[in-house]
């Protein structure tokens, strides 16, 4: 496995393998890897011939009261999980090489799809993400991204990004990763005190819940999911989210419809820990 | 010479020629092709093996009270040019196929460059450019693009754009061709009667003049190029602007100094036509 940091150092490693007819799947990720980013590490194994990850704590998409400065940071660690997945290249720049010392005159703005959900909630994270990922897609241009299921916004809206701006590259979600009792794992799982860590599958178990009762016929969930709003409450969370939003533009949804697509989606904090959760509602 | 519309096709017509091992040099053109545009294509075969030329008028360039709806449109000639000058592929999308029927939610935002010159003239003029030639770059992938020195502002935006997208792809700056008399060539001069193309050469000879100045020691030239402004009316022009900026941020500069880089650019109209030019002052 080769580790580079420079642009010229990844474009020549990936030039490299595609002159040797390789496929190329690539995993972006803020490192911090857990099983989660392991199983888009294998999923991208299987969709391609070589897999290039990227390890980079975006300051971008952070905001100025977010959890830039104690997010988890473990690079040898990283390395050899990246290692011990068969990973090619792991591509590890830093903010310098990445957004450089001038200032910066290009932004990326979002429409709509960044209006509810974590967009909603964390003003400039897209734009943070669209602006890193955008880069990151030009200088790797990989085949095939792998993106998780559990940040399914990041997942939508990176995809119309891709068609909008013409990148030549197929975007794959990964299911979520969770752990034995329904927690979707995450980097920030580790911020949890033990108390919170058992509390936490709560808001999954919240998501199942209601979940049944659309698959069951619920087609206007707004009580239930107030209720299951205050359940998380009574159990310890500060609610950020808890609805359903369509698919295609992440709108709030008031009645379901059958032969629709929808994100049933919660965010809540427990302590200071930001977690979310979300199900896909083929109906 | 082949011509395409569609972008699976000139993606793969590009490929074909990476395959070979050829180097590309892409030209982005609006038609209505003249000999400016045919000196990029020919500084373009000197840069790569192959010349890939768009025709494409980009809508979301153009202000509503713009001539979207009558800017030249001549395909038959400009195929006809392109294939005489030794075009390897013409891409000539229309408008579904750069922008699709769908809502558009991803938009390029553009800080302090385009605030002066053309950008402060024509708002959302520049945003609409990079938004078309990013996709482009994404499409075609090219190793080298090229665009008129005319056109100055939008050079350095776009290279500005490439700098931080990480867009693997060299600008060139073509020199502006000019007509006998000294009228930089632009598909808008087609919209001037005889009589304003007999006084059009006046916005280049005023840029001369002043540029003589500062280079026999004006360095500050304000009230000359005040002078100058109202020369230009009396001929008949009504000015937009006439000034000096700086090359890197494109702002209004009032005191020149030695060892720096200048851009000498005017704007103006004659009738409703609106003619540009700027001479690079590198002092």
């Known amino acids: 496995m080769k580790q580079v940091s420079s642009i010229a150092d990844i474009r020549s490693e990936v030039a490299e393998l595609k002159s ?7 995993v972006p990720t803020m490192g911090a890897l857990h099983a989660g980013h392991l199983s888009l ?10 897999v290039v990850v990227s390890i980079y704590v975006n300051p971008v998409q952070f905001g100025p009261n977010e959890d830039f400065d104690s997010y988890p940071r473990q690079m040898e660690e990283d390395l050899r999980a990246c290692k011990d997945e068969g990973v090619s290249v792991v591509f ?7 957004y450089g010392a001038g200032k910066r005159y290009f932004s990326i703005n979002i429409d709509e799809l960044n209006e509810h959900m974590d967009g909603g909630s964390r003003p400039g994270f897209f734009e943070g993400i669209v602006l890193v990922v955008n880069k990151l897609f030009n ?5 095939i991204a792998i993106f998780g299921q559990k ?3 990041q997942f939508q809206i990176l995809s119309r990004m891709v068609e909008e701006f013409n990148h030549d590259i197929e975007l794959v979600a990964a ?7 329904g927690l979707a794992l995450s980097s920030r799982n580790a911020y ?9 599958p709560g808001l999954y178990r919240a998501l199942q819940y209601v979940e049944k009762q659309i698959r069951d016929g619920v087609d206007e969930p707004g009580l239930l999911l107030k209720h299951q709003q205050d359940e998380l409450e009574a159990k310890g969370f500060k609610n950020d989210y808890l609805n359903v939003f369509s698919m295609d533009d992440m709108q709030p ?7 629709s697509t929808y994100i049933l989606a919660g965010a809540a904090y427990l302590g200071k820990t930001r977690l979310i959760d979300n199900i896909i509602l083929d109906l």
């Open 20 to 26: 040797q007819g390789k496929t190329i799947a690539f």
């Open 41 to 50: 590490i294998r999923l991208a194994k299987e969709k391609a011939d070589e």
């Open 92 to 98: 590890t720049p830093d903010d310098n090489i990445m």
């Open 139 to 143: 200088i790797i241009e990989p085949d």
């Open 151 to 153: 940040d399914i916004q």
């Open 175 to 181: 299911p979520i990763a969770r752990a034995n009792d």
């Open 192 to 200: 949890l005190s033990d108390e919170e860590r058992k509390i936490a």
């Open 253 to 259: 949804v008031i009645k379901l419809k059958p032969g």
